[in-house]
Each structure stands twice: as structure tokens, then as C-alpha cells.
């Protein structure tokens, strides 16, 4: 069965600081993967998609995620974080039109 | 990309009611699903709804405390029937785009007293 798998349930970082989500994938096909944020009290924002081609995808904010087939992971990470990235973040996998997500991790930001 | 118009965004109801949920798109898409967010968790599909046909449900919800309709490829509905406690959560639709990814809607905060 498919499922999304977001190890991590809260990271705290300092602003200004490197970040990597993790997010780990089970599908049978090559997967649609996805990453959406949710700040408190709001709706469900797109960060990036990756359907195919390069492994490496650009979003939104400043976030980048790299594919990898081979630990079947889809991995969000930003260079540096600012304070406005405090948020939910969920890893999300497109099997047979139906979206599934992951458990979230909350994402907090120090000064 | 659509643009999904949800509504309301927030209710208060009394235990043994039951509220419904209107989403409105702004151009024709096939496929609609609505999804349940529980306080502090993340999203489980309730069910899939695509026009003219009886919605699919999924594991766990059954269309008597969910029914869903699709009147046409614009609009669906989702009522939430003789609620209690636990059915406090946000309640959203979405909409499958090719090359886009999923559209939201906004979101129904939901809160059963």
C-alpha cells in the first residue's frame, strides 16, 4: 500500500540556519511527490512538485527538494532558514489520483 | 491553476447537528476529494467524488455520517451528519490538476460543542 513516512515529528532551528525535512515514500510506480506548508490557522500552501526529470527540484521560499529513487526519499531542505518558515510541513505522495500524506512536522523557528 | 472557493470557513455546532460544506471551483475538474484534518494531525482522505457517479469512500468513513454530493464538475458538498466532539477538525476539499499538482481549498474549521 502507498504510504508517506515524515520521521521527524518536530525540528527546531536557530534563524539562519541549514534545514532538511525528511520524507520517505512507499509506491509500487514512479511516484508524483509533493511538499505543502500549512502556517497556523491557514490553508495548505504549495512549496514544489516533482513529477519527473531532474531529481532536483526548486519551489517556492527558497526551498529545493532532491528525489532519490534509490532510498525512495524526497528529501525538502533550505539553506537558510528565516523566521517566517515556521510552519507545518507535510511530504505528500500522488498514488492513482489520490493525494497522501504524511504525519507533518512542525517546524520551529528561534530568533 | 483552479481556484477553490470553500465555505464556511468556520463553525461552531451544537453535538447531534449537521453542517455542509460547499466547494465551489471556478472551472470544470473531474475529480474532487475532501479530506479530514484532525486537531494536530495530518490529512486522511474522507472520499472521492466525481460527477454523476455515487462518491468512493474511503476506509473508516461511510457515506450515512458523510454524504457527498457532485451535481455538476464546479460544485460538490460535503455534510458532516449528527456530529459529536470528535468530529472537531478541519475539513478541506481538493482537486486533482494535470502538470499542477493538487488545488486546496481553504479550509472548514470545524468545531462541535
Known amino acids: 500500500a502507498q504510504s508517506v513516512t515524515q520521521p521527524d515529528i518536530h525540528i527546531t532551528v536557530s534563524e539562519g540556519a541549514s534545514l532538511e525535512l525528511r520524507c520517505n515514500y512507499s509506491?509500487?510506480?514512479?511516484?508524483?511527490l509533493f511538499w505543502y506548508v500549512q502556517s497556523p490557522g491557514q490553508g495548505l500552501q504549495l512549496l514544489l512538485k516533482?513529477?519527473?526529470?531532474?531529481?532536483l527540484v526548486q519551489g517556492i521560499k527558497g526551498f529545493e527538494a532532491e528525489f532519490k529513487r534509490s532510498q525512495s526519499s524526497f528529501n525538502l531542505r533550505k539553506p537558510s532558514v528565516h523566521w517566517s518558515d515556521a510552519a507545518e510541513y507535510f511530504c505528500?505522495?500522488?498514488?492513482?489520483?489520490?493525494?497522501?500524506f504524511g504525519t507533518g512536522t512542525r517546524l520551529q523557528v528561534f530568533p | 491553476s483552479a481556484v477553490i472557493s470553500q465555505k464556511p470557513s468556520r463553525d461552531i455546532c451544537q453535538r447531534g447537528t449537521s453542517l455542509t460544506i460547499q466547494c465551489q471551483v471556478d472551472?470544470?475538474?473531474?475529480?474532487m476529494f475532501w479530506y479530514r484534518q484532525q486537531p494536530g494531525q495530518s490529512l486522511t482522505l474522507i472520499a472521492t467524488?466525481?460527477?454523476?457517479?455515487?462518491?468512493?469512500?474511503e476506509s473508516g468513513f461511510v457515506i450515512d455520517k458523510f454524504p457527498i454530493s457532485r451535481p455538476n464538475l464546479t460544485f460538490s458538498t460535503l455534510t458532516v451528519s449528527n456530529m459529536s466532539p470528535e468530529d472537531s477538525s478541519i475539513y478541506l476539499c481538493?482537486?486533482?490538476?494535470?502538470?499542477?499538482?493538487?488545488?486546496f481549498g481553504s479550509g472548514t474549521r470545524l468545531t462541535v460543542v
Open positions: 505528500a505522495v500522488g498514488a492513482t489520483d489520490k493525494l497522501i
Open positions: 509506491y509500487g510506480a514512479t511516484p508524483y
Open positions: 516533482y513529477f519527473s526529470g531532474d531529481t
Open positions: 472551472s470544470q475538474v473531474t475529480m
Open positions: 467524488a466525481n460527477q454523476g457517479s455515487e462518491a468512493t469512500y
Open positions: 481538493s482537486t486533482p490538476e494535470l502538470g499542477h499538482g493538487y488545488t
